[in-house]
T-cell receptor
Framework: AQSVSQHNHHVILSEAASLELGCNYS??????LFWYVQYPGQHLQLLLK??????LVKGIKGFEAEFIKSKFSFNLRKPSVQWSDTAEYFC???????????FGRGTSLIVHP | SQTIHQWPATLVQPVGSPLSLECTVE??????LYWYRQAAGRGLQLLFY??????ISSEVPQNLSASRPQDRQFILSSKKLLLSDSGFYLC??????????????FGEGSWLTVV
């Protein structure tokens, strides 16, 4: 069965710092990859997704993620975070042929102004 | 465009009372529908999913049930709530009959507090 690991459970940064959140998955076949963001008290919103093509994916609000197949990774990055990026971030993986994604446990990001 | 609506947004219920959370999707046909629960610090737990009317798959045995009486309607129910049922419940949908490049979109969630 597919598993998804988000190594950083809590991240605290100051504004303008760079961000990288790790995401690794276990299944080695065809995968679709997602990052979702959940702002305090709100639902999950899609941040970006990778299906095929360029492994460097750009999403909303200046976020990007890179799919490295050899490392089974899909890390999320942002060069300069803002206070408004304070949220919970979830990585999700959809294995080929499935319509049920596997979610990581989430990373809580706090950005101090 | 497609939209998903979920209600009620907030619910406080006594132990042993029934529960009904409703979710509807607009702008698409025959979607895959999902119910997730999110407890603090425990990530997302898939409770039920459905690929069509009357077709419900349960991922976690518990005192909750789900029904899909119409194509774009998904209901989460309980006959008797437990304290442990408290949490944030999220309905979600994805395009039906599409197994490649399928994206899940979430509703706004329902906060349930069992007292």
């Amino acid at each position: 069965a597919q598993s998804v690991s988000q190594h950083n459970h809590h991240v605290i940064l100051s504004e303008a710092a760079s961000l990288e959140l790790g995401c690794n998955y276990s299944y080695g076949g065809t995968v679709n990859l997602f990052w979702y963001v959940q702002y305090p008290g709100q639902h999950l919103q899609l941040l970006l997704k990778y299906f095929s093509g360029d492994p460097l994916v750009k999403g909303i609000k200046g976020f990007e993620a890179e799919f490295i197949k050899s490392k089974f990774s899909f890390n999320l990055r942002k060069p300069s975070v803002q206070w408004s990026d304070t949220a919970e971030y979830f990585c999700a993986v959809l294995s080929g042929g499935s319509y049920i994604p596997t979610f990581g446990r989430g990373t809580s990001l706090i950005v101090h102004p | 465009s497609q939209t998903i609506h979920q209600w009620p947004a907030t619910l406080v219920q006594p132990v042993g009372s029934p529960l009904s959370l409703e979710c509807t999707v607009e702008g698409t046909s025959n979607p895959n529908l999902y119910w997730y629960r999110q407890a603090a610090g425990r990530g997302l737990q898939l409770l039920f999913y459905s690929v069509g009317i009357g077709q419900i798959s349960s991922e976690v045995p518990q005192n909750l049930s789900a029904s899909r009486p119409q194509d774009r309607q998904f209901i989460l129910s309980s006959k008797k709530l437990l304290l442990s049922d408290s949490g944030f419940y999220l309905c979600a949908w994805s395009v039906g009959r599409q197994v490649s490049g399928n994206t899940i979109y979430f509703g706004e969630g329902s906060w349930l507090t069992v007292v």
